[in-house]
């Protein structure tokens, strides 16, 4: 990761941004919540990147160097978090789920971050009651730290419809697939088939952030038919990619 500049507080604001903008990598000394009511916000870390629809929003805990891309135009609501204020109890970046209720909060607390009302107050409350209930989905691609194991998921990120097997891309790097397999599970904490349906859902959700249709992002990014990419992004976010493209 690049040079890290240190931001002591993270800002409660909301910020439109255009398709591909970043930021730099930066840590703050609070806890931060990221959500993008359209589009898809992409959290970058050494250790892997965390991706969030519309239905979902990204927990960044203090001291965490990151930095995030935006795909698709979209509105940023960032929430900052003191740190005695973590409901979730967790050191590490995580993907909620966002309901209805905590969707409209997140839009209120970050339309205006300084009022200090008792109303504002009470509403901060149940903000942070909702965020204790989200549950978290696993909507993550961790890095690795093996060069082997990266130059794999180097070839698959470059093209995620490459359809070869787990023993095929360990012949590529000269290893054995019962190597490879381990390494997928004891580095990254999932088997390669788990690695690359997230890898090309992530895909998928950039794609779509950016107007390709469904039949050409479920070709792209390595599915069998359309229907079966539909399946797959419907249990994994809740609503067809059709959907959320629309959204």
Request: glycine share 4%.
């Amino acid at each position: 990761m690049s040079k890290i500049r240190h931001r002591p507080a993270a800002p409660t604001e909301r910020r439109n941004v255009a398709p591909r903008q970043t930021t730099d990598v930066h840590t703050h000394d609070d806890h931060q919540i990221l959500f993008a009511d359209s589009g898809v916000l992409e959290v970058i870390t050494d250790v892997g990147t965390w991706f969030a629809p519309a239905t979902r929003a990204i927990w960044i805990p203090a001291g965490t160097a990151h930095s995030w891309r935006a795909h698709g135009r979209l509105t940023v609501h960032m929430l900052g978090l003191p740190l005695s204020d973590n409901p979730l109890h967790l050191d590490s970046p995580a993907v909620l789920a966002v309901s209805p209720l905590l969707r409209e909060l997140l839009r209120e607390r970050t339309a205006d971050a300084t009022a200090s009302t008792p109303e504002s107050r009470r509403l901060h409350a149940v903000l942070l009651d909702q965020l204790r209930g989200s549950p978290l989905e696993p909507i993550r691609l961790p890095s690795p730290a093996d060069e082997t194991l990266a130059r794999v998921c180097r070839a698959m990120h470059a093209d995620p419809s490459d359809s070869r097997s787990l023993a095929e891309l360990a012949a590529d790097v000269s290893v054995s697939e019962r190597t490879l397999s381990r390494r997928f599970r004891s580095q990254l904490g999932m088997t390669f088939p788990q690695w690359r349906t997230q890898l090309r859902l992530f895909h998928a959700l950039k794609m779509l952030a950016s107007g390709a249709s469904v039949t050409a992002t479920a070709h792209a990014c390595g599915w069998s038919s359309t229907s079966a990419f539909i399946d797959v992004f419907r249990r994994a976010f809740g609503v067809t990619p059709g959907a959320h493209r629309r959204e």
